[in-house]
């Protein structure tokens, strides 16, 4: 069973900064693209951050120059560094990524996400 587990979420006064990690575990075989989301109250999930395997990055414009998405191959974690945050970043934060099993293949995997709050 494959498992993405989120932290480093909180309250954080606008200007400052927070560090998201996520760590896959399980019988993984292979971790392929890798991304975060979030979902602010009553709006749609949407993409923050994408990561592909050779490090590739793509970013939403409104996260641009403030927020970097690295991974560690080696410890199967998906990290976001968060700088300069504004009160519209306050939304639940999720981990994705495309992992193969050795068990199940090829398959999309969500964590259960991370509250970052951003006070004004």
């Known amino acids: 069973q494959v498992q993405l587990v989120e932290s480093g979420g909180g309250l954080v006064q606008a200007g400052g900064s927070l560090r998201l990690s996520c760590a896959a575990s399980?019988?993984?075989?292979?971790?392929?693209?890798m991304g975060w989301y979030r979902q602010a109250p009553g709006k749609q999930r949407d993409l923050v951050a994408i990561?592909?395997?050779?490090?590739?990055?793509n970013y939403a414009d409104s996260v641009k120059g403030r927020f970097t998405i690295s991974r560690d191959n080696a410890k199967n974690t998906l990290y976001l560094q968060m700088n300069s945050l504004k009160p519209e970043d306050t939304a639940v934060y999720y981990c994705?990524?495309?992992?193969?099993?050795?068990?199940?293949?090829?398959?999309?995997?969500w964590g259960k996400g991370t509250l970052v709050t951003v006070s004004s």
């Open positions: 990561i592909s395997t050779d490090g590739s990055t």
């Open positions: 399980g019988n993984i075989f292979s971790i392929h693209v």
């Open positions: 994705n990524a495309h992992i193969t099993s050795l068990s199940t293949g090829l398959l999309n995997y």
